[in-house]
């Protein structure tokens, strides 16, 4: 099965896969919630931006349980 998190998804397609990914971004202090580029921000712009490891933040997303 493959990962439901990508690095070309966006904050707002995440956050509605799951209640825990807003604990997830917060842990990595992305306040991607009240973000105005959360629809269209992929998760790799925003690591990148925020200076964080695209592929630590999707291990951590996609070990969501039920995600």
Same mark, same amino acid.
Not at 41 to 64: P, R
């Given at each position: 099965?493959?990962?439901? !998190?990508?690095s070309d998804m966006?904050?707002?397609?995440a956050l509605?896969?799951?209640p825990e990914v807003a604990n997830v971004l917060n842990? !990595?202090?992305?306040g991607c919630?009240?973000?105005m580029g959360a629809?269209?921000?992929t998760l790799a712009?925003?690591?990148?931006?925020?200076?964080?490891?695209?592929e630590k933040l999707l291990?951590?997303?996609n070990a969501i349980p039920s995600a």
């Amino acid at each position: 099965m493959g990962n439901k !998190f990508t690095s070309d998804m966006t904050f707002q397609q995440a956050l509605q896969l799951s209640p825990e990914v807003a604990n997830v971004l917060n842990s !990595f202090n992305l306040g991607c919630i009240g973000c105005m580029g959360a629809a269209n921000e992929t998760l790799a712009q925003g690591a990148s931006a925020h200076g964080l490891d695209v592929e630590k933040l999707l291990a951590a997303l996609n070990a969501i349980p039920s995600a």
